[in-house]
Structure formats: C-alpha cells, structure tokens
C-alpha cells in the first residue's frame, strides 16, 4: 500500500513538515552518507571518532532547546485554556457559605441506639457441610 510520507504521523518526512523536529541545522549535514569511500588512516579514524562524538554533543543540545521552545508555546495554551475554563465555572457557579464547624448536636450528649441482639439459630454449621438439612 502506497502512502504520503507527509501524511504518515511516524514518518521523518511527516515530523519536519509538522514542526516537530529540526529541518535546518549544520549537524544534520554531518549524518550525510559519503559515497566516495576513503583510504584508510588511523589520525583521521581519531579526528573523526571525537568529532562524531562533539557533534552529537551539540545535537542533543540544540534539540533540547527546539523542544523547550515548542513546549513553551503549549504551555501558554493550556494557561489560557485553563483560565478560560475557570472564569466560566466562577460565572455559572454560586457559592455558598461554608457549613458551620461545630455539629448541632454536641459531641458531649449522645444519643443512645437500641440495637436487636442477634438470634441463636438453630441451624449450626455441620463437618464441611452447609447448613441445613441432611441429604443422603
């Protein structure tokens, strides 16, 4: 089945045309596929090896600060949202005195409950049996 890149959400494509991800840095020319292959040297293996390292140093700092200014912008929308939505419940909603702390009858004076005292049966509980009758 042929898609649209653009409009798969997992694609690279989708994420840089949505504003999720870097589309314009230098270190993304660094990740560039060389195709004229190199003639092996052990100080440019080294050189390299640190730079790749350097690089993705400030790779994963600049995608820090991308994702921080993206999520600030989210932030202030979810503010307002949340203001928005708690002036409407203060507008729709009237508010009534708190209850008094004290109950009006006094913790001193208790009122006294009759309470049926549970009946002896009859039936009692058999050897791992049920209650009730035997059955053969």
Same mark, same amino acid.
């Given at each position: 089945?042929?898609? /649209?890149?653009? $409009?798969?959400?997992?694609?690279?494509?989708?994420?840089?045309?949505?504003?999720?991800?870097?589309?314009?840095? !230098?270190?993304?020319?660094?990740?560039?596929?060389? /195709?004229?292959?190199?003639?092996?040297?052990?100080?440019?293996?080294?050189?390299?090896?640190?730079?790749? $390292?350097?690089?993705?140093? *400030?790779?994963? +700092?600049?995608?820090?600060?991308?994702?921080? /200014?993206?999520?600030?912008?989210?932030?202030?929308? &979810?503010?307002?949202?949340?203001? $928005? *939505?708690?002036?409407?419940?203060?507008?729709?909603?009237?508010?009534?005195?708190?209850?008094?702390?004290? !109950?009006?009858? !006094?913790? $001193?004076? &208790?009122?006294?409950?009759?309470?049926?005292?549970? +009946?002896?049966?009859?039936?009692?509980?058999?050897?791992?049996? !049920?209650?009730?009758?035997?059955?053969?």
């Amino acid at each position: 089945m042929k898609r /649209n890149p653009r $409009k798969v959400r997992w694609t690279k494509a989708f994420r840089k045309a949505a504003g999720k991800e870097m589309t314009i840095d !230098s270190t993304i020319d660094f990740e560039k596929r060389r /195709n004229v292959p190199v003639r092996y040297d052990r100080d440019l293996v080294q050189t390299t090896i640190k730079a790749m $390292k350097r690089v993705g140093e *400030i790779k994963a +700092r600049r995608e820090r600060a991308f994702f921080k /200014n993206r999520m600030a912008v989210s932030r202030e929308t &979810q503010r307002a949202h949340r203001r $928005k *939505i708690i002036e409407g419940v203060k507008a729709g909603v009237k508010l009534h005195e708190p209850m008094s702390v004290e !109950s009006p009858v !006094s913790s $001193k004076v &208790q009122e006294k409950i009759k309470v049926t005292a549970k +009946r002896h049966t009859a039936l009692l509980p058999g050897e791992g049996r !049920s209650m009730g009758m035997d059955i053969d």
